[in-house]
């Protein structure tokens, strides 16, 4: 009975294990079509002024809409792309995407708004990046300072000897550089005086508990403390109540994003915000 329970176990595991398999190259064979096909997207989450309100940029967020799997989340595809190097195309996409909306933005005369870009470290580690992001560049018709570049730490643990060099490209086309989920990873703090980057964004993973946690006002406010010090900007993600907010602006963190605000938006809803006079935005 006990051999047959175990026999079972094993049946079912790999049973299991061939369903994933087949989920897997499912994925990526549908992958592999949705450039092709239409089925990605971009939304626009504004990151605002903490004391205003006011709209300064947005943080460009891909979606995927396949007939077959239906919507996946985007970590989940995103960390697929990325094993099977197709992150390569898509992100290059995401970019020439991203700096078009830009373009648009400035055609209605919001000249200020800048646009920040997920970039993974295999973009980093595979392709000309900085080929990609001055074409894409170039192609909208917009400067670097219009573009903001969100790389994770995972970059910095890579420890490439290109890695230097790539950040110092990038920042010649006067792009901003930004570190994602800061305080995350376990990259060490030695890169922040290394590399040529301009900001740090705040992990919402601290921001969960603040302001009753100790732990996570502490992480918060040390991380505030490294940015300003350094001399660095600072966005915190995912606010989403106003003893958040008013925790950052005691702070003096000055920019935020988050479902107090606004979710990711679709590109004309995004152009809709910028377009509603400030007093409306945050109700007077
Ligand atoms: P991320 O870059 O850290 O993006 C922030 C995530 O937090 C987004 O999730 C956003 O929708 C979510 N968020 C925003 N405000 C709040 C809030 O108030 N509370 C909470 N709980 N969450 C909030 P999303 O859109 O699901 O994206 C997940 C991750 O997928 C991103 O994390 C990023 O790492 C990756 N990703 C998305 N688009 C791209 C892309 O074009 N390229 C690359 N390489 N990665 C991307
Ligand atoms: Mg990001
Ligand atoms: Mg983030
Ligand atoms: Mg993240």
Redesign the pocket.
Known sequence: DSKRRAYNGWQSYTDDLARRQRDRLQVDFQMRGALDNNELS??Y?PQVDLRTGLVVGA?????WHNSQLGVM???IF?SH??STGE?IR??AW?LREACMQVRRWRDEGHNTVRVA????Y??FLADDLAGTVEAALSAAGIPGTALEL?F?ERVLIEDEPDTLRIFAQLRDLGVMLSI??FGEGYSGLNYLRRLPIHGL?L??LFL?GVPTNTSDVAVCQAVSGIARSLGLGLVA????NEAQRRFLVDLGVPVG????FA??LSPDDFIQLLNTPPYAKHGT
């Open positions: 971009l939304l989450q943080e460009a967020l891909m979606r989340r985007p970590d995103i792309a990325e992150i898509l992100g995401a870009v997920n970039v993974s295999r973009q969100e994770t994602d989920d964004k992990s919402q969960q993600e995912g606010v989403e994003q988050g479902y107090l979710p990711a």
